[in-house]
């Protein structure tokens, strides 16, 4: 299964210990889950956990060292060519478009602008939704 990951599941993974951190720890990279990423998302991210109100969570060596591990473990590919606006929010319009870029099977967030849309050319999952795909799937041993 191919993933794109909001900014906001990074983000709440790298700051909390809820459901996006186990999300992220849930996929190995032999799970058969690729987690996409882009330029661009990877900017964001750098951008925003690097804003002075995030230091109470994470130190900014902290942020550096989530930024690399996402980076060497995700599939990095180039930023899409700009769309046309397909979300409420023109910032997340990016997202759909490396997700369809990408063929990914799903875009993953926890903005209800995303998660509640029914008219997106792709399929959105929170993060609670598709860390319980990944447990249900898991082999037992």
């Not at 951008?47 to 930024?67: G, H, M, N, Q, Y």
């Amino acid at each position: 299964m191919r993933v794109i990951l909001d900014t906001n599941v990074f983000v709440s993974a790298a700051i909390a210990d809820g459901t996006s951190r186990r999300l992220l720890n849930a996929i190995p990279i032999d799970s058969g889950t690729e987690v996409i990423v882009s330029p661009a998302l990877l900017g964001e991210l750098d951008e925003v956990l690097t804003r002075p109100k995030f230091r109470r969570w994470i130190s900014l060596d902290d942020v550096r060292a989530f930024i690399d591990r996402i980076r060497s473990e995700a599939t990095l590919l180039p930023d899409p060519p700009a769309s046309e606006p397909t979300t409420r929010d023109p910032d997340d319009d990016y997202l759909v478009a490396l997700a369809l870029h990408a063929h990914a099977d799903a875009l993953v967030s926890g903005d209800l602008d995303l998660t509640s849309a029914t008219d997106l050319p792709i399929p959105t999952l929170t993060p609670a939704d598709l860390f319980a795909r990944l447990i249900a799937t898991e082999p037992s041993e």
